[in-house]
Structure formats: structure tokens, C-alpha cells
């Protein structure tokens, strides 16, 4: 099949292939959401400490640790979706996904089981990491390759998906925590958004299940395929690259799933007004993330980057500056919502940029490892950073240089892209 044959897909198909995609994605990244929007609650939980700094560390520790293990889900299924297709590979990672969701819905506490309880929570999170380790590249490469000539758009749908699940996860967050008593939600409230999550997971594989391989890949069949040896003999840089594009994106991501904690005890503000914040955040990333996704076709991926990193940089320490002298539900909002807006057109473009730097025959390898790595570094770990930097310097306002140095690494990174590499 030609790439002329590839553009030319009926809308239906494409849109098929839009849902199969974002569902999937959508549930997967709600799970891994849910863990952090409730790090709270599990840290009494799972990891009881007379300290409730030390608590909420090794929930978030165990939240970043989970991390380490994506690198090597990205290489392993992102080998696999380059060798017999990106279907089978977003098929098997929803599985993945579900079994460790189920396990942590249905753990009982530290207080009935002991040691066994925080272990099998481990456990847990590092299946949930290495599934999500190959879902960004094979979904990448799915989306991208069924409408090559709407790369930028069909990629967007990438992001589009993870605003949706930071939507329902922060809508499940604002219910539970609004109407339920801080005993009802330790009991079981908190388990409601993980039984949720199984429930929608057969839905994604059952419309994976029935849309065709991409097109794009199709045509390579007959290619010698070796992706893992290509991508780090030949490719290295480009994985460099594309980790530093990603690194501001993905900080922020963790920044939004973090905000319903430091609204508690950072800002002493009610849990439910974090996550009405993260709520609207994740309704701004779902809706505007796919209406810029129309520009990067037009104008290219890196100059909207570019820009947008600039604007990062400019206004992420003056935003929490105003949120930190005037803490209350209108300045977090307002502030959110500039976060969301910010967010969303930058990573509208990154992942259509990502792919375009890596060819078909290891594309879903060299996304994986790079997404996961960058994610691992600058992602999993910005919670636990951003407890550490708020304790250690005593300034909450100290979490923005983090933010601050990301967004130049990722400007840095997207002009390399642009200039050396040749990207749109």
C-alpha cells in the first residue's frame, strides 16, 4: 500500500482509528492519574509513618521508582510493534495495564496485611509503568501512520487522550473527596476510580481489537526489521533530542497530578478545590489539544514549540507567585488554567515531532525509549522533586526554577530539531 493510498482513508476509518487509540490511551494514563491524585489517602494507607512528610515520600517514591521500569517496557514492546505491528502492541499493554489496576483495587491495607500490602502496591506500579512504557510509541506510530499527511492532528489525538483521563481522574477526585468523609474515603472511596478503570479497559481493547494495521507499516513488510540494533547504532542522537523536547511537557503533566497534594498542604486549601483545579486543567488539554493539533500540518511542529516554550519559561514563576501570595478557588483556577492552555499547545505538536524523527522500521523503538527515558527523568520524579525542593529551600515557590530549567532544555531542544535534523 503507497502512501498516496494511506492519505486517501475514508474519514470514518480515520476516526475509528482516533477512538481506538485514545480510549486505550485515555485508559491507561487514568490509571497511573488515579495514583497520584490519591497519593494522600494510599500514603496512610500503604505506607504509614509517624511523619507524614516521610509517608507521602514513599508514596511518591514508589510512584517514581515504577518509573525506571518504563524504559524497558518502551525498548521490549516497542521492539514488538515494530516487528509484527502496532495493534498487537497496544492489544497486549491494555492487558498489562488492567492486571495491575485490578491489583491495586483490590489490595487490602497495611493495617490488615503488614509489609505485604506496600510490596504488592510496588509491584503493581512497575507493571503499570512497563505497560505504559509501550503505549506512547505504539499508539504514536498507529495514529500517525493511518493519515501520514495529518501526522500533526492524528498524533495530537496522542495528548489529547491523556487530557481526558486527567479530566475523568480529577472529576472522580472532586466527587469522592466533596461528598465523601476522610473515613468513608480511606475505607473505599478511594478504590472507585481503579474499579473504573477495569471497566473501560474492555472497551479499548475491543475497538483495538477491530481496527486494521496502519497503512504506512503495511507497506514495510517486506523490510529486514532489526529496531532495537537501528535505533541505538544509528539513532542515539535523535532519542537525545527527543527526551529533551519532552522534558518540560511531561514535568508539567506531573505538576497537574501533584496539584490536589500541594493544594493540601502546601496552600491549606480543601482537597476538593485541587482537584476542581486539575479538573479544569484536564478539560482545557482535552479540548484544545486536537484544535491545535490542525497547526503543526500548516506551520510545523518546532515553531509552534519554540514558542510556546518561550511563553513556559516566561510565565510559569509569576503564575505561582500570585497562587502562593494569594492562595483561594479563583487564583488556582485561573491559574490552572494558564498551565492547561500552555501544556496543550506545546505537546500538541511533540509527539507528530518525535515520530518524524524516527523512520517506520524502528519509529515505535525509538519513540518508547525515548518518551519513557525522558519521562522517567523528568516525569515520574517531578513529585518527589518538588516535595524535596518545597522542604528543602522552604519557598513554595521553588518549584517553578525546576519548571524554568526544563523549559530551556526543551527550547534548546526543538531548535536542534529544527536547524540540525531538518524537522518541520
Do not use: C
Not at 73 to 96: H, N, Q, T, V
Not at 164 to 184: I, K, N, R
Amino acid at each position: 500500500m503507497t502512501t498516496q493510498a494511506v492519505s486517501s482513508e475514508a474519514p470514518v476509518k480515520v476516526r475509528r482509528v482516533i477512538i481506538a487509540a485514545s480510549i486505550g490511551n485515555a485508559m491507561e494514563w487514568f490509571d497511573i492519574l488515579v495514583y497520584g491524585f490519591f497519593a494522600a489517602t494510599i500514603s496512610k494507607l500503604f505506607f504509614p509513618s509517624a511523619d507524614e512528610t516521610v509517608s507521602l515520600l514513599l508514596t511518591f517514591g514508589t510512584f517514581a521508582v515504577s518509573y525506571v521500569v518504563r524504559p524497558l517496557g518502551g525498548l521490549i514492546l516497542g521492539a514488538y510493534a515494530d516487528r509484527r505491528g502496532r495493534k498487537r502492541a497496544l492489544m497486549l499493554s491494555i492487558r498489562l495495564m488492567m492486571l495491575a489496576t485490578l491489583l491495586i483495587a483490590a489490595m487490602p491495607p497495611y493495617a490488615k496485611i503488614g509489609l505485604v500490602a506496600p510490596i504488592a502496591i510496588l509491584l503493581a506500579r512497575l507493571v503499570q509503568g512497563f505497560s505504559a512504557g509501550g503505549e506512547f510509541g505504539s499508539a504514536t506510530a498507529f495514529l500517525v501512520e493511518h493519515a501520514p499527511e495529518k501526522r500533526g492532528f492524528m498524533a495530537s489525538w496522542q495528548f489529547a487522550s491523556q487530557g481526558l483521563s486527567t479530566l475523568l481522574a480529577s472529576l472522580f477526585g472532586t466527587v469522592l473527596t466533596a461528598t465523601l468523609s476522610d473515613a468513608q474515603l480511606q475505607s473505599w472511596g478511594w478504590r472507585i476510580p481503579f474499579l473504573f478503570g477495569l471497566l473501560i479497559g474492555p472497551i479499548g481493547y475491543y475497538i483495538r481489537r477491530y481496527v486494521g494495521e496502519a497503512g504506512e507499516f503495511v507497506a514495510t513488510a517486506g523490510v529486514e526489521r532489526a529496531p532495537v540494533k537501528e535505533t541505538f547504532r544509528g539513532q542515539k542522537g535523535r532519542m537525545f533530542v527527543a527526551m529533551g523536547a519532552l522534558a518540560v511537557s511531561t514535568a508539567l503533566s506531573y505538576l497537574i497530578t501533584f496539584m490536589p497534594t500541594f493544594a493540601v498542604k502546601e496552600l491549606h486549601l480543601p482537597a476538593s478545590t485541587g482537584f476542581a483545579s486539575t479538573l479544569l486543567t484536564g478539560i482545557v488539554l482535552t479540548g484544545l489539544t486536537p484544535l491545535v493539533g490542525h497547526l503543526p500540518d500548516r506551520f510545523g511542529r518546532t515553531r509552534i514549540m519554540v514558542v510556546f516554550a518561550v511563553l513556559i519559561l516566561a510565565l510559569v514563576y509569576p503564575s505561582f507567585a500570585l497562587l502562593v501570595a494569594y492562595p483561594g478557588f479563583g487564583v488556582i483556577l485561573a491559574v490552572m488554567f494558564v498551565i492547561g492552555v500552555l501544556k496543550a499547545a506545546y505537546f500538541a505538536p511533540l509527539p507528530a515531532m518525535m515520530a518524524d524523527l524516527f523512520p517506520i522500521t524502528s519509529r515505535a523503538t525509538g519513540m518508547s525509549v525515548s518518551y519513557n527515558v525522558g519521562v522517567m527523568l523528568f516525569g515520574g520524579t517531578t513529585p518527589l522533586v518538588i516535595v524535596w525542593l518545597v522542604s528543602a529551600t522552604g519557598s513554595k515557590i521553588s518549584l517553578t526554577f525546576y519548571l524554568m530549567f526544563l523549559a530551556v532544555l526543551s527550547l534548546a531542544s526543538a531548535v536542534v530539531a529544527r536547524r540540525v535534523l531538518g524537522v518541520r
